[in-house]
């Protein structure tokens, strides 16, 4: 991996360790994103992506009116070229994040995600009982161009001085966003466009 990478990562690990959260523009090249997304277009041709649902093991419940996105989770056993390319960039982010927060993480899932026109992801935070091993969320958008009149930001609820402060961030392909998963809440707002991404998370637990 290149040093602007290992800067790149240094840098917004910083950012994560002052304010629970950073956005990073342009975290992979456009050549990869492409790639990335015509992957994840044929997955989606071929079927395999399937409703999001949520909570996990017997609260496991499908809730169109909670979060309406399709999903396709990644075997961590048996990853794509390009798939495992990605896990070895966050896993660097993982590295970088132990040194600086002493979290503790020790593996990463993820999921493709496409959220078709019209769908949403209500407020929730990604820690919660069930998955306590959830510490840190990284998402990274594939989307081909994006505008403001497209819809489906990410809104973060960020604590200020008044209480809450709103952080709109639109999915941009090449885009990653880190956070605290029990820390911050946030919400996909309705998307008006097909919306896709990567959503993962570092947990501090093997797999
Ligand atoms: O795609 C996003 O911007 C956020 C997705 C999300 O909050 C989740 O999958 O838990
Ligand atoms: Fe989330």
């Known amino acids: 991996m290149s040093e602007n990478m290992d800067e790149k990562i240094a840098d917004m690990v910083q ?9 990073l523009d342009n975290f992979i090249t456009e050549n990869f994103r492409k790639l990335l997304l015509d992957e994840q277009q044929d997955l989606l041709r071929h079927g395999q992506f399937r409703h999001a649902g949520i909570g996990k093991g017997d609260a496991f419940s499908i809730r169109p009116e909670i979060r309406s996105d399709k999903v ?17 960039m966050i896993d660097q982010v993982r590295t970088s994040i132990n040194q600086r927060c002493f979290l503790g993480l ?17 407020r929730h935070l990604d820690q919660f ?24 930001a990410l809104r973060m609820y960020l604590p200020s001085s008044e209480g809450e402060e709103i952080l709109d961030i639109y999915p941009e392909g090449g885009k990653l966003v880190v956070f605290l998963s029990a820390e911050i809440p946030h919400e996909v ?8 991404s990567i959503t993962g998370w570092l947990r501090d637990i093997e797999y």
């Open 15 to 23: 950012e994560v360790y002052q304010n629970g959260y950073a956005v």
């Open 129 to 152: 009982h069930q998955v306590k091993y959830r510490v840190v969320t990284i998402i990274l958008y594939l989307n081909d161009s994006w505008t403001p009149e497209d819809g489906g």
């Open 106 to 122: 020790r593996s990463f899932e993820a999921h493709f995600a496409m959220y078709p026109p019209g769908s949403f992801y209500l």
């Open 72 to 88: 396709m989770w990644m075997d961590s056993f048996n990853l794509t070229p390009l798939q495992n390319q990605y896990w070895a």
């Open 189 to 196: 707002m309705t998307t008006y466009k097909e919306r896709i």
